[in-house]
């Protein structure tokens, strides 16, 4: 999807030293990964660029960050793109060709 788009994608890596344990669903795990990255991708113009990196902060917990240099979602809508089947009506009409169900966001919350 990002070759076809033109998007460069990046995985930022924290350091070799870091070493740490996930526990949880591999399913979900994986679809949570798959939902913001297919979304960031879907939502950054060519030429654009999407970063996942992952680190360990204070106090041990693992935190993954997905960046890219799309349109992002106005403050104002965040919860309701959160909800199941919302969807910013904006946003959908910059990209109609890749139309969603408005689940991907609700998942992973």
Not at 46 to 56: H, L
């Amino acid at each position: 999807m990002a070759r076809t788009k033109n998007v460069r994608l990046f995985y930022k890596e924290i350091s070799r030293d870091a070493v740490f344990d996930i526990f949880g669903d591999e399913t979900a795990i994986k679809r949570i990964l798959i939902n913001l990255l297919s979304n960031a991708i879907k939502f950054t113009e060519s030429g654009g660029i999407v970063t996942c990196s992952i680190s360990v902060n204070d106090n041990g917990d693992a935190e993954l960050s997905i960046k890219d240099t799309g349109i992002g979602i106005p403050e104002d809508k965040i919860e309701h793109v959160l909800s199941p089947f919302g969807q910013d009506t904006d946003a959908q009409v910059m990209v109609k060709s890749e139309a969603g169900t408005g689940l991907g966001l609700s998942i992973v919350k």
